[in-house]
């Protein structure tokens, strides 16, 4: 483009911002001719509602956030597209010191494993409530985020029931830590850096993460006002072009420094390089002097990190059905099925010769190991994309996997 175009854009300070934040910092979307402005915000509800009302073009959004704008889970109704991810996997679970000691004694050990040790948070949930105490409480960011979902997802698959046995509180991201360490929660999931500060300040035991709940799956992604893509097509996609070299840049460990420098700076997360590093080489300090390598712990660009599935937002659509959100309707499907835009990604992205998938939905929990596919450009490699306790997610099955969830929940 022979113009220069304005773009102004929400984040919220948490290191899966990178991709955007690097575009913007690093000069990838002024090369593109764009002048991207960025504003950080306290919560998602702020950029859920900024975006609404015009202030955004475009923001880093939760993954489930657009579903619900679409659907009409918000309060000001705002059509919201998904042309791009912004990265794979990042978050965890942590929990304060006293649960960890409670669950310990009961089985569980820090090696993240979901399955034990959702078992042994079952046992102390349970022993807990035979002494007549309060139910635990989590937080997580927003009520449509992977962080709701993928947390009730496991409680829900260790036979805990999110909604009875413990109680799920809303706080901002950064204010997770500090929430802790006040006891005003007992645990939360987040995103980096927030789970990495709360085991640095000795307050938090990281339980959990994503990346072993389900490998390689979706988090947040660029939600852009659908009017305003539809009257800007030339821009979003020199905006699409700058994020695909800036992820490319984020996920080359050479410039792994170089990133934790600039996601450090006060106006973006304002914590030490230092924090920064466990998200970008998957080696988690737990607590208690415990520590693990986590395989794809966080992806900003490879295995198609970028790409918007529909069968990630579809996936999204099922477990706001699942913990009664919205209904399922041939309607509501529609709209879960319409909002990932996949096509305006590969058109952006197609003059780059760079791998685009040659499909826009894939069977999710398939891929037991990394696995070459099918793709346009060059090669593409895949997975492994299972959750940990073997389930499959077809798109093409949506109504049997809905229901196959409800009778699971009713027979707990």
Not at 154 to 163: H, K
């Amino acid at each position: 483009m022979s113009m220069r175009h304005q773009i102004t854009a929400g984040f919220m300070p948490l290191f899966d911002s990178a991709v955007l934040v690097a575009a913007s910092e690093l000069g990838f979307a002024a090369r593109e001719g764009i002048d991207l402005t960025l504003h950080r915000e306290t919560s998602w509800a702020n950029i859920r509602d900024r975006i609404a009302i015009g202030h955004f073009d475009l923001a880093h959004m939760l993954g489930p956030m657009p579903l619900a704008c679409n659907l009409g889970l918000t309060p000001l109704a705002s059509e919201t597209i998904v042309p791009f991810s912004l990265g794979l996997g990042g978050n965890c679970v942590t929990i304060s010191k006293a649960v960890w000691a409670g669950m310990a004694a009961l089985g569980a050990e820090a090696d993240l494993d979901p399955a034990r040790a959702g078992v042994a948070l079952g046992a102390f949930i349970r022993e807990r409530a035979t002494a007549g105490r309060e139910p635990l409480r989590f937080a997580v960011v927003h009520p449509h985020s992977g962080h709701n979902y993928e947390l009730r997802y496991w409680l829900a698959a260790c036979g805990i029931d999110p909604d009875r046995a413990i109680e799920i509180v809303i706080v901002p991201p950064p204010f997770m830590a500090d929430a802790l360490a006040a006891g005003r929660i007992d645990g939360y999931c987040v995103g980096e850096p927030w789970n990495s500060a709360a085991v640095a300040a000795g307050t938090g035991h990281i339980v959990t993460v994503k990346a072993l709940l389900w490998k390689n799956s979706p988090e947040k992604v660029i939600g852009v006002r659908k009017t305003w893509a539809e009257e800007n097509p030339e821009v979003l996609a020199a905006l699409l072009r700058a994020l695909h070299h800036s992820a490319r840049w984020c996920q080359d460990p050479v410039n792994h420094a170089e990133l934790a420098a600039v996601m450090a700076q006060p106006g973006f997360l304002g914590l030490p390089p230092a924090m920064q590093m466990p998200i970008l080489t998957g080696h988690l300090q737990l607590g208690g002097g415990a520590e693990r390598d986590i395989d794809d712990f966080f992806l900003p660009f490879d295995k198609a990190a970028n790409f918007p599935w529909k069968s990630h937002a579809l996936w999204f659509y099922t477990q706001m059905v699942r913990w009664g959100h919205v209904a399922h309707t041939p309607e509501n499907l529609a709209i879960a099925r319409d909002c990932y835009r996949p096509d305006l990604y590969r058109a952006a992205l197609k003059p780059l010769g760079v791998a685009l998938p040659g499909a826009n939905a894939k069977v999710e929990g398939a891929l037991k190991v990394a696995t070459a596919v099918g793709a346009t450009g060059a090669g593409l490699v895949l997975g492994p994309d299972g959750f940990f306790d073997g389930q499959i997610f077809d798109p093409d099955e949506i109504d049997a996997y809905i229901a196959r969830q409800k009778s699971a929940r009713a027979e707990a």
